[in-house]
């Protein structure tokens, strides 16, 4: 098993306006952790996710993945090593089809099409939407397009997946349906939500994020006990340990 | 506007759907289908204004090639009027300033401007129709793909590419827009003129917005500028896309050339 993990080391962005997202964030993940990043709007968790998948460069600090250093140069490596399912299906989604969509990444790291075939063909029944393959994304429902964006991520064989608000603006079926789905994975994971019940069924572990910095950083089970700081992160428990 | 905003999203997800279909059309290789449509366009709009007979003989080509794609004429050319009043524009001069009489029917004195003008339009549509063929058996991602094969530079592809998936971007944004404004409106069929202003402004942001995410799950996906071929499994080029190639290159060429339309006239005379 390759040593792959995902490390900040006090890492801070400031974005092109001036607003500053993050500040003095270290983290370490290792290979195989489900980690879930939570805090209230605004605290910096999608900054966070973007500089994990190199869409971002921090602008003090360093981040790595994998023991590679995030740098301009690296950028492509990293993004195929950390694969980014964004809050919104419809902005990962841009192909005609959802074959075509799928296959976009595998074709960008220059695959033969019999590769590129099986992977498409793999990352789609992986996620249960091998029967979308010839849909327009456009036409598909909530659930369906946030299957086949996983999938599109899948198929670039990443080894860590990061997810923002995976189970957002999901029916109550939809939304097992895709925790299901992302239980059954073996990848090293971070996921930024606000579902309070899905963090603690899929991650161990939990980050906990306040005006751009970390607040706490621990088992998931004991911090969703520590009212005091939850209240002052502006978050809630899951209902069941209410 | 809502209703003109739903209806030109719809027609885009038509084309992309009859793109998606399983015809012989669509089955050629988007290098042939292009290179087909190109020599089309530059024969069929190098004949000589005047000639409007000769013109109409060009009409073969879309209603073939949109039959074997199984799309329907009717439609097809319906959305192709969409560029009459841009070509109207066009031709309006010669209809204005050459009142050379031509022909006379009846009492009607029909000018060489008005043959040019009719010309001039009759082209528009044809050259509509003939990418609306293209398109709608190839599609759009295939057809910048097909254009960056034949040597087309990177940047105009993509940015055709771009143009075209920004396009959807724009109009979802404005229906989505468009709908809370209605949901506000209280029966009120168009928002007061100030409110124009900032409803642009914002759709403007917006679109901005999303392009970048969009642009953001391209380059997480290893994006490098370069349109990859995603459409694995796929033929490649076969002896059918030379034939129609080749077949079709042949005719448009000799019609070009030896103006069927006049030698017939003129045996039959």
């Given amino acids: 098993m390759s040593h792959h993990y995902l490390q900040f080391d006090r890492v801070g962005y400031r974005y092109p306006g001036g607003r500053e997202a993050l500040r003095d964030v270290s983290l370490r993940i290792t290979h195989g952790e489900k980690v879930a990043l939570v805090g209230a709007n605004g605290t910096g968790k999608s900054t966070l996710l973007l500089l994990a998948a190199g869409l971002l460069l921090p602008t003090e600090g360093e981040v790595s993945v994998g023991g590679i250093g995030l740098t301009p140069r690296t950028l492509p490596i990293v993004r195929q090593t950390v694969g980014l399912v964004f809050q919104n299906p419809d902005h990962q989604l841009f192909m005609p089809t959802v074959e075509e969509d799928v296959a976009f990444g595998p074709a960008n790291m220059g695959l033969t099409p019999e590769e590129i075939e099986a992977r498409v063909t793999a990352a789609l029944e992986s996620v249960g939407a091998l029967h979308l393959r010839k849909e327009s994304p456009c036409r598909l429902s909530g659930g369906q397009k946030r299957s086949a964006a996983i999938a599109t991520v899948l198929a670039m064989e990443p080894s860590v997946l990061v997810l923002d608000e995976p189970t957002s603006d999901l029916d109550p079926r939809a939304r097992r349906q895709t925790l299901e789905l992302l239980k059954r994975f073996s990848h090293t994971m971070l996921a930024a939500t606000h579902d309070m019940e899905m963090a603690r069924e899929l991650c161990p572990r939990m980050i906990v994020l306040r005006d751009g910095e970390i607040a706490a950083d621990g088992a998931a089970e004991t911090l969703f006990r520590d009212t005091d700081l939850l209240d002052a992160c502006g978050l809630e428990p899951p209902c069941r340990m209410r | ?269």
């Fill in chain 2, 1 to 269: 506007m809502k209703n003109s905003l739903q209806n030109a999203l719809c027609a885009l997800d038509a084309l992309e759907r009859n793109a998606r279909a399983e015809s012989p059309m669509h089955r050629l290789d988007a290098r042939a289908k292009l290179l087909a449509t190109t020599v089309y366009l530059v024969t069929m709009l190098s004949v000589p204004l005047p000639q409007l007979s000769e013109i109409l003989l060009y009409a073969l080509f879309p209603m073939a090639t949109a039959t074997l794609g199984g799309m329907r004429l009717g439609p097809l050319l319906r959305r192709s009027l969409a560029v009459l009043p841009f070509v109207a524009l066009i031709g309006i001069f010669n209809l204005l300033y050459d009142r050379t009489p031509a022909l006379r029917i009846g009492t009607l004195t029909v000018t060489e401007g008005g043959i040019e003008f009719a010309a001039i339009l009759l082209r528009g549509i044809l050259s509509m129709a003939a990418l609306l063929v293209l398109i709608g058996t190839t599609g759009f991602y295939a057809l910048c793909r097909a254009l960056q094969q034949s040597g087309i530079p990177r940047f105009l592809t993509v940015q055709l590419l771009f143009v075209y998936r920004y396009l959807r971007v724009l109009l979802e944004e404005a229906l989505a827009m468009s709908r809370a404004c209605d949901a506000r409106s209280f029966g009120r069929k168009h928002p007061a003129l100030r409110v124009w202003g900032t409803l642009v402004g914002q759709l403007l942001l917006r679109t901005f917005d999303r392009a970048e995410q969009i642009h953001r799950a391209m380059l997480a996906r290893g994006f490098t500028g370069r349109i990859p071929d995603c459409t694995a499994g796929k033929p490649r080029w076969r002896r059918a896309d030379t034939a129609f190639l080749t077949g079709w290159s042949l005719a448009l060429i000799a019609a070009r050339w030896s103006y069927p339309v006049e030698t017939l006239t003129r045996l039959f005379r």
